[in-house]
Structures are given as C-alpha cells and as structure tokens.
C-alpha cells in the first residue's frame, strides 16, 4: 500500500492539516494518509509544547471520520528528539512504500535537515505548494537533479496556523473554522492554551 506521512507538532491539529492530506490524497497515488505527531521536534528546542498526549489525542479526535486517515505513535513514543532520517528509515524497514510531505517552505530548508544528502537518497517527497509559488518549481527540479524523489501537489491557500489558534483560545476568541468541533471541544474540556 502506498501511504502518505503528514507530521507535525499539531499543537493543535487545524483544517490546513487536514486540507493538505486531502489534497494529497487526491492528487497522488497515495492510499493511505499516516499523521505523524511528533514528541519534542529538534527545531523548536526549548519552546514550550503541550503535552504530547493531548496533542495525540487532538489528531485522533480531528482524524476519526476518514477512513483513509490513521495516525502513527512512532515519534510520540520515543524518548529523544526524532530526526525526519530515521523516521523514514523506521517505516522504509516496514511492508508498504512511504512518501513523506512538506509544505513548500520546507522544501527550501531541506539541505539543512539532519542527513539531508543521505535522506534525499532514501525518501521520496511529496511537497505542497500553497502559495504556488514560481520558486518552488525552480528548487524541485534543482533537487530532482539531485537524485530527490518529489512529487508536486498544488493546495489553495489556508491561512491557519496552530500559532493563531493558541492565541485565539488564551484571548478568549472562537476557534470555529480553524479546526474540528471535536478539537474545540477537547481544548475547552482539558482548558488547553488558556
């Protein structure tokens, strides 16, 4: 089966997410949509994140209704910070054949991930343009002349980020049209970014 990673901190989960699996599943030939949250992501040492067992539970809750969404504990579960390098090594070591997803943005920095030249050589991308912006075709082919494996999809411009939304919640402003009912309600219920 060929399956689809979507990580993230999803701190919370939010419909951009959503969107860009969406796309994602209907752009390529990708079967199944893995969401991947991450424990304590090496880039943003030091920031405060909640628990990873409310951000776990969020993606479940926003997830629930698509049979082609299921979510993976792998980095949820480990005990040290996880590199995108041996996350895809851990599910190229599985059966089914793995592509991973970044937003455009990181497309750019992808030479400064840890292992970039090795991870190039063992992941195949699937990077989602939301601003269609003329540079990122420039940088695919830049990598594809590199040996990188990328797949383009094209997604219109969501302006939510989990950023607003934590923001919106300790202002005391409604979160509707940025994430699920079932996110909203679990964010009240456990008074979650307040």
């Known amino acids: 089966m060929k399956i689809a990673i979507l990580g993230g901190t999803f701190n919370p989960i939010h419909l951009g997410h959503i969107a860009m699996a969406e796309c994602v599943l209907e752009q390529t030939d990708?079967?199944?949509?893995?969401?991947?949250?991450?424990?304590?992501?090496p880039h943003k040492k030091g920031d405060i994140i909640t628990d990873k067992v409310h951000r776990l539970k969020m993606v479940e809750l926003a997830i629930a209704n698509n049979p082609a969404f299921f979510v993976s504990t792998y980095e949820i579960l480990q005990e040290k910070h996880c590199y995108t390098i041996n996350?895809?090594?851990?599910f190229n070591s599985l059966?089914?054949?793995?592509?991973?997803?970044i937003g455009a943005d990181s497309l750019f920095q992808l030479s400064r991930w840890k292992d970039a030249d090795e991870l190039k050589k063992i992941c195949s991308f699937i990077v989602c343009d939301r601003a269609n912006q003329g540079n990122t075709a420039k940088e695919v082919e830049r990598?594809?002349?590199?040996g990188c494996r990328i797949t383009m999809v094209n997604m219109p411009l969501v302006e939510i980020d989990s950023t607003s939304i934590r923001e919106r919640v300790k202002n005391?402003?409604?979160?509707?049209g940025y994430t699920t009912p079932d996110v909203i309600d679990y964010i009240k219920n456990n008074g979650l970014y307040l």
Request: glycine share 6%; aromatic share 12%; with cysteine.
């Open 30 to 41: 990708a079967e199944k949509i893995c969401f991947l949250p991450n424990g304590q992501p």
């Open 87 to 90: 996350t895809i090594k851990y």
């Open 95 to 101: 059966d089914d054949e793995y592509s991973f997803i």
């Open 143 to 146: 990598l594809k002349n590199e």
């Open 172 to 176: 005391g402003l409604d979160i509707s």
